[in-house]
Protein backbone atom coordinates (compact mmCIF):
# COMPACT_ATOMS: atom_id res chain seq x y z
CA UNK A 1 0.00 0.00 0.00
CA UNK A 2 1.73 3.21 -1.09
CA UNK A 3 1.46 6.92 1.30
CA UNK A 4 -1.59 7.94 -1.25
CA UNK A 5 -3.74 5.03 -0.20
CA UNK A 6 -2.65 5.03 3.54
CA UNK A 7 -3.80 8.77 3.30
CA UNK A 8 -7.00 8.75 1.03
CA UNK A 9 -10.30 9.39 3.48
CA UNK A 10 -12.68 7.24 4.17
CA UNK A 11 -15.73 8.20 1.78
CA UNK A 12 -17.98 5.03 2.42
CA UNK A 13 -20.81 5.08 5.20
CA UNK A 14 -21.22 2.61 6.77
CA UNK A 15 -22.62 1.13 10.42
CA UNK A 16 -21.00 1.06 13.45
CA UNK A 17 -22.31 -1.27 16.52
CA UNK A 18 -22.01 0.92 19.39
CA UNK A 19 -20.79 -2.08 21.81
CA UNK A 20 -17.97 -2.35 19.44
CA UNK A 21 -16.67 0.95 19.54
CA UNK A 22 -17.69 2.17 23.38
CA UNK A 23 -14.75 2.04 25.76
CA UNK A 24 -15.69 0.10 28.93
CA UNK A 25 -16.90 3.45 30.78
CA UNK A 26 -19.31 4.30 28.08
CA UNK A 27 -20.57 0.67 28.18
CA UNK A 28 -21.37 0.64 31.82
CA UNK A 29 -22.89 4.48 31.51
CA UNK A 30 -25.47 2.63 29.18
CA UNK A 31 -26.29 -0.05 31.32
CA UNK A 32 -26.76 2.05 34.09
CA UNK A 33 -29.02 4.54 32.39
CA UNK A 34 -31.05 1.33 31.52
CA UNK A 35 -32.11 0.47 35.18
CA UNK A 36 -33.89 3.66 35.71
CA UNK A 37 -35.64 3.00 31.86
CA UNK A 38 -36.64 -0.20 33.06
CA UNK A 39 -38.23 0.90 36.18
CA UNK A 40 -39.98 3.83 34.19
CA UNK A 41 -41.43 1.57 31.80
CA UNK A 42 -42.52 -1.30 34.93
CA UNK A 43 -44.51 1.53 36.30
CA UNK A 44 -45.62 3.66 33.20
CA UNK A 45 -48.38 0.96 32.16
CA UNK A 46 -50.23 3.55 30.48
CA UNK A 47 -50.23 7.08 29.33
CA UNK A 48 -51.73 8.59 32.80
CA UNK A 49 -48.85 6.47 34.65
CA UNK A 50 -46.37 8.32 32.53
CA UNK A 51 -48.07 11.50 32.72
CA UNK A 52 -47.98 10.95 36.74
CA UNK A 53 -44.33 9.60 37.01
CA UNK A 54 -43.44 12.83 34.16
CA UNK A 55 -44.78 15.10 36.83
CA UNK A 56 -43.18 14.00 39.65
CA UNK A 57 -39.95 14.18 38.01
CA UNK A 58 -40.35 17.46 36.94
CA UNK A 59 -41.40 19.17 40.81
CA UNK A 60 -38.11 17.22 41.29
CA UNK A 61 -36.08 18.74 39.15
CA UNK A 62 -37.61 22.14 39.59
CA UNK A 63 -40.40 22.64 37.36
CA UNK A 64 -43.76 24.55 37.90
CA UNK A 65 -46.68 23.76 37.19
CA UNK A 66 -47.99 26.47 34.73
CA UNK A 67 -51.33 27.12 35.85
CA UNK A 68 -49.54 28.70 38.78
CA UNK A 69 -47.26 30.96 36.96
CA UNK A 70 -47.59 33.17 39.88
CA UNK A 71 -44.53 30.84 41.92
CA UNK A 72 -42.34 31.54 38.74
CA UNK A 73 -42.28 34.63 37.87
CA UNK A 74 -45.44 36.61 36.12
CA UNK A 75 -42.66 38.97 34.33
CA UNK A 76 -41.34 36.40 32.02
CA UNK A 77 -40.56 32.62 30.93
CA UNK A 78 -37.26 32.57 32.75
CA UNK A 79 -37.90 28.82 35.03
CA UNK A 80 -38.84 25.81 33.91
CA UNK A 81 -42.60 25.04 33.83
CA UNK A 82 -44.92 21.99 32.60
CA UNK A 83 -48.93 21.65 31.65
CA UNK A 84 -51.11 18.49 31.88
CA UNK A 85 -53.55 18.01 29.18
CA UNK A 86 -56.36 16.28 30.97
CA UNK A 87 -53.78 13.73 32.65
CA UNK A 88 -53.18 11.93 29.39
CA UNK A 89 -50.73 14.06 27.76
CA UNK A 90 -47.54 16.37 29.27
CA UNK A 91 -45.55 19.16 28.08
CA UNK A 92 -42.70 20.64 30.18
CA UNK A 93 -40.54 23.34 28.80
CA UNK A 94 -37.09 25.24 30.11
CA UNK A 95 -36.19 28.50 28.86
CA UNK A 96 -33.18 29.34 27.32
CA UNK A 97 -30.55 32.00 26.89
CA UNK A 98 -32.72 33.90 23.81
CA UNK A 99 -36.26 34.21 24.19
CA UNK A 100 -39.00 32.30 22.58
CA UNK A 101 -39.64 34.38 19.82
CA UNK A 102 -36.26 33.29 18.14
CA UNK A 103 -37.75 29.96 17.98
CA UNK A 104 -37.44 27.15 20.34
CA UNK A 105 -36.25 23.29 20.44
CA UNK A 106 -38.93 21.02 20.59
CA UNK A 107 -39.09 17.31 20.95
CA UNK A 108 -42.16 15.35 20.63
CA UNK A 109 -42.72 11.62 22.14
CA UNK A 110 -45.73 9.90 22.41
CA UNK A 111 -46.40 7.79 25.47
CA UNK A 112 -49.73 5.95 24.27
CA UNK A 113 -49.14 2.12 23.27
CA UNK A 114 -51.23 -0.25 21.55
CA UNK A 115 -53.24 -2.15 24.10
CA UNK A 116 -57.10 -3.42 24.57
CA UNK A 117 -59.42 -0.94 25.95
CA UNK A 118 -62.74 -2.19 27.75
CA UNK A 119 -66.02 -1.21 25.99
CA UNK A 120 -68.28 1.28 27.60
CA UNK A 121 -70.38 -2.06 28.50
CA UNK A 122 -68.07 -5.00 28.88
CA UNK A 123 -69.49 -7.40 31.18
CA UNK A 124 -71.52 -10.18 30.34
CA UNK A 125 -71.93 -13.94 31.67
CA UNK A 126 -71.32 -17.25 29.64
CA UNK A 127 -71.63 -20.41 30.91
CA UNK A 128 -71.31 -19.67 34.35
CA UNK A 129 -67.92 -17.45 33.89
CA UNK A 130 -67.87 -13.82 33.70
CA UNK A 131 -66.19 -11.71 30.78
CA UNK A 132 -65.43 -7.93 29.83
CA UNK A 133 -65.68 -7.25 25.92
CA UNK A 134 -62.74 -5.67 24.53
CA UNK A 135 -61.95 -2.90 21.47
CA UNK A 136 -58.35 -3.20 20.43
CA UNK A 137 -56.56 -0.19 20.29
CA UNK A 138 -54.12 0.81 17.84
CA UNK A 139 -51.88 -1.94 15.23
CA UNK A 140 -51.90 -5.34 17.11
CA UNK A 141 -52.14 -8.66 15.84
CA UNK A 142 -54.91 -10.03 17.64
CA UNK A 143 -53.37 -14.01 18.08
CA UNK A 144 -50.51 -12.41 20.04
CA UNK A 145 -52.85 -11.12 23.29
CA UNK A 146 -54.44 -14.46 23.58
CA UNK A 147 -53.55 -17.43 26.59
CA UNK A 148 -51.12 -13.86 27.52
CA UNK A 149 -51.47 -12.82 31.25
CA UNK A 150 -52.73 -9.41 31.25
CA UNK A 151 -52.79 -6.46 33.70
CA UNK A 152 -55.65 -3.20 34.52
CA UNK A 153 -55.39 -0.24 34.75
CA UNK A 154 -57.05 3.16 34.41
CA UNK A 155 -59.81 5.24 36.21
CA UNK A 156 -63.43 4.73 36.49
CA UNK A 157 -65.09 8.30 36.78
CA UNK A 158 -68.49 7.78 38.78
CA UNK A 159 -71.91 9.93 38.58
CA UNK A 160 -70.64 12.19 41.21
CA UNK A 161 -67.57 12.75 39.66
CA UNK A 162 -65.35 11.22 42.01
CA UNK A 163 -62.62 8.95 40.48
CA UNK A 164 -61.38 6.02 41.45
CA UNK A 165 -57.90 4.36 39.95
CA UNK A 166 -57.32 0.97 38.91
CA UNK A 167 -54.50 -0.98 39.03
CA UNK A 168 -54.60 -4.96 39.12
CA UNK A 169 -52.52 -7.35 37.92
CA UNK A 170 -48.43 -6.31 38.75
CA UNK A 171 -48.22 -6.47 42.52
CA UNK A 172 -47.32 -9.01 44.17
CA UNK A 173 -49.95 -11.76 44.87
CA UNK A 174 -52.57 -9.74 42.19
CA UNK A 175 -55.19 -12.00 40.36
CA UNK A 176 -54.29 -11.25 36.76
CA UNK A 177 -56.53 -11.90 33.36
CA UNK A 178 -56.75 -13.60 30.58
CA UNK A 179 -58.41 -13.78 26.74
CA UNK A 180 -58.78 -17.74 25.90
CA UNK A 181 -57.39 -19.76 22.77
CA UNK A 182 -58.44 -22.79 21.17
CA UNK A 183 -56.45 -25.91 21.63
CA UNK A 184 -54.44 -27.32 19.01
CA UNK A 185 -56.87 -30.32 18.59
CA UNK A 186 -59.59 -28.42 17.65
CA UNK A 187 -58.35 -25.26 15.44
CA UNK A 188 -57.90 -27.20 12.18
CA UNK A 189 -60.48 -24.91 10.97
CA UNK A 190 -59.12 -21.82 12.45
CA UNK A 191 -54.82 -22.49 11.36
CA UNK A 192 -56.57 -22.78 8.00
CA UNK A 193 -57.04 -18.75 8.22
CA UNK A 194 -55.14 -15.61 7.26
CA UNK A 195 -53.12 -14.56 10.43
CA UNK A 196 -55.18 -11.16 10.88
CA UNK A 197 -58.47 -13.34 10.53
CA UNK A 198 -57.96 -16.46 12.79
CA UNK A 199 -59.20 -14.26 15.79
CA UNK A 200 -61.47 -12.11 15.53
CA UNK A 201 -61.76 -9.23 17.55
CA UNK A 202 -65.30 -9.61 18.92
CA UNK A 203 -63.76 -13.04 20.74
CA UNK A 204 -61.08 -11.21 22.79
CA UNK A 205 -63.11 -11.40 25.49
CA UNK A 206 -60.79 -11.09 28.99
CA UNK A 207 -62.05 -14.01 31.63
CA UNK A 208 -62.57 -12.47 35.04
CA UNK A 209 -64.36 -14.46 37.43
CA UNK A 210 -66.66 -18.15 37.77
CA UNK A 211 -68.06 -17.54 41.50
CA UNK A 212 -71.88 -17.42 41.21
CA UNK A 213 -74.57 -15.58 43.82
CA UNK A 214 -76.16 -18.82 45.97
CA UNK A 215 -79.72 -17.27 45.13
CA UNK A 216 -80.73 -20.24 42.99
CA UNK A 217 -83.38 -17.24 40.99
CA UNK A 218 -80.21 -15.03 39.67
CA UNK A 219 -80.44 -15.29 35.80
CA UNK A 220 -76.69 -14.44 35.64
CA UNK A 221 -75.64 -15.41 38.93
CA UNK A 222 -71.54 -15.05 38.31
CA UNK A 223 -72.14 -11.25 36.52
CA UNK A 224 -74.01 -10.31 39.69
CA UNK A 225 -71.64 -12.01 42.25
CA UNK A 226 -69.14 -9.81 40.14
CA UNK A 227 -70.98 -6.91 40.56
CA UNK A 228 -71.41 -7.31 44.11
CA UNK A 229 -67.46 -7.53 44.36
CA UNK A 230 -66.66 -4.69 42.10
CA UNK A 231 -69.44 -2.43 44.19
CA UNK A 232 -68.05 -3.66 47.92
CA UNK A 233 -64.79 -3.11 46.73
CA UNK A 234 -64.80 0.10 44.59
CA UNK A 235 -68.31 1.20 44.80
CA UNK A 236 -69.54 1.23 41.51
CA UNK A 237 -72.55 -0.30 39.55
CA UNK A 238 -72.37 -1.71 36.13
CA UNK A 239 -73.50 1.70 34.51
CA UNK A 240 -69.97 3.07 36.00
CA UNK A 241 -68.00 1.12 33.22
CA UNK A 242 -69.80 4.01 30.62
CA UNK A 243 -67.53 6.99 32.26
CA UNK A 244 -64.41 4.80 32.31
CA UNK A 245 -61.02 4.25 30.64
CA UNK A 246 -59.65 0.84 31.79
CA UNK A 247 -56.79 -0.66 29.51
CA UNK A 248 -55.84 -4.09 29.30
CA UNK A 249 -51.64 -4.29 28.98
CA UNK A 250 -49.46 -7.33 29.43
CA UNK A 251 -48.71 -8.30 32.71
CA UNK A 252 -44.71 -8.21 34.29
CA UNK A 253 -42.18 -5.82 34.44
CA UNK A 254 -39.38 -4.68 31.91
CA UNK A 255 -36.52 -6.91 31.62
CA UNK A 256 -32.90 -7.46 30.59
CA UNK A 257 -33.01 -9.91 27.46
CA UNK A 258 -29.75 -12.31 26.61
CA UNK A 259 -26.90 -13.78 28.40
CA UNK A 260 -25.48 -10.60 28.03
CA UNK A 261 -28.06 -8.70 29.07
CA UNK A 262 -27.43 -6.13 26.34
CA UNK A 263 -31.32 -5.89 25.23
CA UNK A 264 -34.46 -4.88 26.85
CA UNK A 265 -38.01 -6.97 26.32
CA UNK A 266 -40.89 -5.33 27.37
CA UNK A 267 -44.30 -4.11 26.94
CA UNK A 268 -44.83 -0.76 25.47
CA UNK A 269 -41.43 0.46 24.30
CA UNK A 270 -43.30 1.79 21.74
CA UNK A 271 -42.80 5.12 22.15
CA UNK A 272 -42.11 5.03 25.91
CA UNK A 273 -38.17 4.44 25.08
CA UNK A 274 -38.09 7.98 23.17
CA UNK A 275 -40.45 9.32 25.83
CA UNK A 276 -37.69 8.47 29.00
CA UNK A 277 -34.94 9.03 27.15
CA UNK A 278 -35.78 12.60 26.23
CA UNK A 279 -37.18 13.49 29.33
CA UNK A 280 -33.75 12.44 30.92
CA UNK A 281 -31.82 14.64 28.20
CA UNK A 282 -34.14 17.33 29.21
CA UNK A 283 -33.62 17.48 32.89
CA UNK A 284 -30.11 16.83 32.61
CA UNK A 285 -29.40 19.88 30.07
CA UNK A 286 -28.44 23.43 31.65
CA UNK A 287 -27.81 27.01 30.13
CA UNK A 288 -29.33 25.93 26.89
CA UNK A 289 -29.63 28.54 24.24
CA UNK A 290 -32.75 27.90 23.08
CA UNK A 291 -35.93 27.35 25.07
CA UNK A 292 -36.39 23.48 25.33
CA UNK A 293 -39.50 21.97 25.12
CA UNK A 294 -40.80 18.29 25.23
CA UNK A 295 -43.99 17.15 24.84
CA UNK A 296 -45.10 13.51 25.86
CA UNK A 297 -48.48 13.22 23.81
CA UNK A 298 -51.18 11.19 23.19
CA UNK A 299 -53.27 9.35 20.67
CA UNK A 300 -50.37 8.55 18.23
CA UNK A 301 -51.28 5.35 18.02
CA UNK A 302 -54.75 5.51 16.90
CA UNK A 303 -53.81 9.03 14.54
CA UNK A 304 -52.91 11.38 16.76
CA UNK A 305 -56.87 12.82 16.94
CA UNK A 306 -58.82 14.13 19.99
CA UNK A 307 -57.36 16.99 22.46
CA UNK A 308 -54.93 15.06 23.95
CA UNK A 309 -53.37 14.41 20.36
CA UNK A 310 -50.73 15.75 18.47
CA UNK A 311 -53.23 17.25 16.26
CA UNK A 312 -55.16 19.24 18.90
CA UNK A 313 -54.22 22.85 19.61
CA UNK A 314 -53.10 22.19 22.97
CA UNK A 315 -49.32 22.49 21.74
CA UNK A 316 -49.41 25.52 19.94
CA UNK A 317 -52.00 26.85 22.95
CA UNK A 318 -48.81 25.90 25.09
CA UNK A 319 -45.97 28.15 23.50
CA UNK A 320 -48.92 31.07 23.25
CA UNK A 321 -48.00 30.81 26.76
CA UNK A 322 -44.53 31.16 27.06
CA UNK A 323 -44.62 34.29 24.27
CA UNK A 324 -47.27 35.96 26.99
CA UNK A 325 -45.11 35.10 29.95
CA UNK A 326 -42.33 37.25 28.16
CA UNK A 327 -44.71 39.69 26.06
CA UNK A 328 -47.68 39.95 27.63
CA UNK A 329 -49.25 39.46 24.89
CA UNK A 330 -50.94 36.61 23.04
CA UNK A 331 -49.78 37.40 19.20
CA UNK A 332 -50.80 35.10 16.59
CA UNK A 333 -48.25 36.39 14.33
CA UNK A 334 -45.71 35.85 16.90
CA UNK A 335 -46.38 32.53 17.28
CA UNK A 336 -46.30 31.71 13.84
CA UNK A 337 -42.70 33.01 13.20
CA UNK A 338 -41.58 31.16 16.52
CA UNK A 339 -42.73 28.08 14.96
CA UNK A 340 -41.14 28.65 11.33
CA UNK A 341 -37.64 29.32 13.50
CA UNK A 342 -38.25 26.19 15.23
CA UNK A 343 -36.45 22.88 15.24
CA UNK A 344 -38.11 19.85 16.24
CA UNK A 345 -37.13 16.23 16.18
CA UNK A 346 -40.64 13.53 16.41
CA UNK A 347 -38.84 10.81 18.54
CA UNK A 348 -40.49 7.90 17.93
CA UNK A 349 -39.69 4.10 17.25
CA UNK A 350 -38.40 2.50 13.96
CA UNK A 351 -38.31 -0.91 13.25
CA UNK A 352 -34.83 -2.79 13.35
CA UNK A 353 -33.77 -5.44 10.60
CA UNK A 354 -34.71 -8.85 11.51
CA UNK A 355 -32.88 -11.67 9.50
CA UNK A 356 -35.45 -14.02 10.34
CA UNK A 357 -37.92 -11.22 8.07
CA UNK A 358 -35.26 -10.44 5.74
CA UNK A 359 -37.23 -10.22 2.36
CA UNK A 360 -39.32 -7.21 3.74
CA UNK A 361 -36.57 -4.74 4.49
CA UNK A 362 -34.20 -3.41 2.50
CA UNK A 363 -31.07 -3.60 4.57
CA UNK A 364 -29.25 -0.48 3.70
CA UNK A 365 -31.82 1.60 4.64
CA UNK A 366 -33.19 -0.49 7.64
CA UNK A 367 -32.06 0.39 11.23
CA UNK A 368 -29.78 -2.10 12.59
CA UNK A 369 -30.34 -3.57 16.46
CA UNK A 370 -27.43 -1.77 18.36
CA UNK A 371 -25.94 0.42 15.80
CA UNK A 372 -27.39 3.44 17.27
CA UNK A 373 -30.26 6.21 17.08
CA UNK A 374 -32.28 6.01 13.79
CA UNK A 375 -32.87 9.07 11.48
CA UNK A 376 -35.70 8.66 9.53
CA UNK A 377 -35.89 11.70 6.95
CA UNK A 378 -39.27 10.76 5.83
CA UNK A 379 -42.43 9.03 6.82
CA UNK A 380 -45.19 7.48 4.99
CA UNK A 381 -45.64 4.27 2.65
CA UNK A 382 -45.67 3.36 -0.43
CA UNK A 383 -45.61 6.51 -2.90
CA UNK A 384 -43.99 8.69 0.01
CA UNK A 385 -48.03 9.20 0.77
CA UNK A 386 -48.69 10.85 3.90
CA UNK A 387 -45.21 11.39 4.45
CA UNK A 388 -43.47 14.00 6.61
CA UNK A 389 -40.03 14.48 4.95
CA UNK A 390 -37.41 16.54 6.41
CA UNK A 391 -35.52 18.91 4.64
CA UNK A 392 -31.83 17.82 3.02
CA UNK A 393 -30.34 21.45 5.46
CA UNK A 394 -32.01 20.11 8.64
CA UNK A 395 -30.95 17.47 7.85
CA UNK A 396 -27.41 18.22 7.71
CA UNK A 397 -27.95 20.33 10.88
CA UNK A 398 -28.64 16.97 12.52
CA UNK A 399 -26.38 14.94 11.08
CA UNK A 400 -23.67 17.93 12.16
CA UNK A 401 -24.58 18.10 15.64
CA UNK A 402 -24.77 14.63 16.28
CA UNK A 403 -21.21 13.84 14.52
CA UNK A 404 -19.39 16.37 16.15
CA UNK A 405 -20.69 15.38 19.53
CA UNK A 406 -19.56 11.08 18.92
CA UNK A 407 -23.54 9.84 18.85
CA UNK A 408 -24.28 6.72 17.51
CA UNK A 409 -26.49 7.19 14.96
CA UNK A 410 -28.26 5.53 11.62
CA UNK A 411 -30.55 5.58 8.89
CA UNK A 412 -34.10 4.17 9.19
CA UNK A 413 -37.00 3.34 7.45
CA UNK A 414 -39.96 1.15 7.81
CA UNK A 415 -39.56 -1.47 5.16
CA UNK A 416 -39.38 -1.61 1.63
CA UNK A 417 -41.27 0.52 -0.33
CA UNK A 418 -44.18 -1.43 -1.29
CA UNK A 419 -44.50 -3.04 1.60
CA UNK A 420 -44.04 -0.75 4.57
CA UNK A 421 -44.25 2.36 5.68
CA UNK A 422 -46.34 4.52 8.29
CA UNK A 423 -46.40 8.00 10.16
CA UNK A 424 -45.92 9.56 13.28
CA UNK A 425 -46.23 12.70 14.83
CA UNK A 426 -43.76 14.85 12.62
CA UNK A 427 -46.89 15.54 10.09
CA UNK A 428 -48.82 17.63 12.53
CA UNK A 429 -46.34 19.58 13.65
CA UNK A 430 -44.75 19.84 10.15
CA UNK A 431 -48.39 21.87 9.65
CA UNK A 432 -47.51 24.54 11.73
CA UNK A 433 -44.10 25.22 9.16
CA UNK A 434 -41.24 24.40 11.26
CA UNK A 435 -38.49 22.23 10.47
CA UNK A 436 -38.99 18.41 11.92
CA UNK A 437 -37.75 15.06 11.74
CA UNK A 438 -37.76 11.64 13.20
CA UNK A 439 -35.54 10.07 15.28
CA UNK A 440 -35.87 7.23 17.52
CA UNK A 441 -34.82 4.07 18.83
CA UNK A 442 -35.15 0.47 16.59
CA UNK A 443 -37.19 -2.17 18.04
CA UNK A 444 -38.07 -5.90 17.04
CA UNK A 445 -41.49 -6.98 17.47
CA UNK A 446 -42.81 -3.34 17.11
CA UNK A 447 -46.50 -3.72 18.28
CA UNK A 448 -46.05 -7.18 20.19
CA UNK A 449 -46.96 -7.50 23.78
CA UNK A 450 -43.42 -7.48 24.26
CA UNK A 451 -40.64 -5.79 22.15
CA UNK A 452 -36.87 -5.76 22.11
CA UNK A 453 -34.38 -2.79 22.08
CA UNK A 454 -30.45 -2.15 22.58
CA UNK A 455 -29.31 -0.70 25.56
CA UNK A 456 -26.87 0.80 23.02
CA UNK A 457 -29.45 2.23 20.95
CA UNK A 458 -31.75 3.26 24.21
CA UNK A 459 -28.29 5.28 25.35
CA UNK A 460 -27.41 6.72 22.21
CA UNK A 461 -30.94 8.10 21.81
CA UNK A 462 -30.71 9.68 25.63
CA UNK A 463 -27.12 11.63 23.84
CA UNK A 464 -28.59 12.44 20.83
CA UNK A 465 -32.17 14.09 22.42
CA UNK A 466 -29.56 15.91 25.13
CA UNK A 467 -26.85 16.94 22.13
CA UNK A 468 -30.63 18.65 20.44
CA UNK A 469 -31.56 20.24 23.01
CA UNK A 470 -27.78 22.01 23.59
CA UNK A 471 -27.35 22.70 20.26
CA UNK A 472 -26.68 26.48 18.93
Known amino acids: MDKNEQNEPNLMFEKKFAFDVWDEKTTKQAFD ?30 FKKLEHIGEVDQKGFNAPVYSINRGKA ?39 MAFLKTHYYG ?21 DASKIE ?26 EKKLDEAIPAETLNVVVG ?22 KTYGIAEEDFVSADLELVPQGAARDLGFDRSLIAAYGQDDRVCAYTAMESLFKTKENEYASILVLTDKEEIGSEGATGANSNYISDFVSELIYLETGNHDENVLRDVFVKTKAISADVTVGFDPDYADVFDAANTAKIGAGVAIEKHSGYHGKYDTSEATAEFVGF ?43 V ?3 SMHAPFEIASKADIYSAYLAYKTFFEAK
Open 139 to 159: GIKKYQWTALPLAMYGVIVKQ
Open 166 to 191: IAIGDKPGDPIFMITDLLPHLAKLQS
Open 33 to 62: FCEGYKEFLSAAKTERLAVKIAEAQAIENG
Open 90 to 128: IILAKPGKKPVKEGVRMILAHIDSPRLDLKVRPLFEGEH
Open 442 to 444: PLL
Open 398 to 440: VRKILNENDINWQIGGMGKVDIGGGGTVAMYLARLNMDIIDIG
Open 210 to 231: SLGTKNKDDKEPVKKNLLNFLN
